[in-house]
């Protein structure tokens, strides 16, 4: 069974307001296409999409840890890049986090397979997997 990949793909169920400058960061939000053109995309390509999943507030929460964290750290960044790059990572940082949690922001994750059998029915090989890197015994349900 091969690995198979994510492509993530930002999208709103309406169109965000436009900050200038902000559509200029490195941000993967910035250049993300929409799920029906991704899935075009992919289609082309003769992979098959055997697996997708959303991620809404989840990710407004992933960033809002993400601006913890570097908050934490901010002056090491500061030492190996500068204030401007901390003022423009907050920022990103910050308005990403409002834009998933108030403007109906979302992630779409694709799996993408060359096989359509190449990786299980359901989702349990995920956790399991997950459970056994943790070291995590599960008990029979």
């Known amino acids: 069974m091969g690995w198979p990949c994510s492509i993530p793909s930002a999208a709103g169920n ?3 307001p436009r900050i200038p400058g902000y559509a200029n960061t490195s941000s993967p939000a910035a250049t993300a296409r929409l799920f029906p053109r991704s899935s075009a995309e992919v289609e082309k390509t003769g992979l098959w999409i055997t697996d997708i999943e959303i991620l ?3 990710y407004a929460e992933t960033l ?3 601006y913890d964290r570097f908050q934490a750290n901010r ?3 500061a030492a190996l890049y500068d204030e401007r790059f901390c003022r423009m990572w ?3 940082l910050a308005g990403s986090e409002a834009a998933f949690r108030h403007q109906g922001h979302m992630v779409f994750q694709m799996q993408l397979t060359r096989r359509q059998e190449a990786v299980p029915f359901t989702r349990d090989y995920m956790t399991n997997w997950e459970h056994a890197r943790k070291g995590v015994r599960r008990t029979a349900a």
């Open 14 to 16: 309406r169109q965000a």
């Open 90 to 92: 907050e920022f990103y």
């Open 75 to 77: 002056d090491k960044a």
């Open 64 to 66: 809002k840890h993400w």
């Open 56 to 58: 809404r507030l989840h």
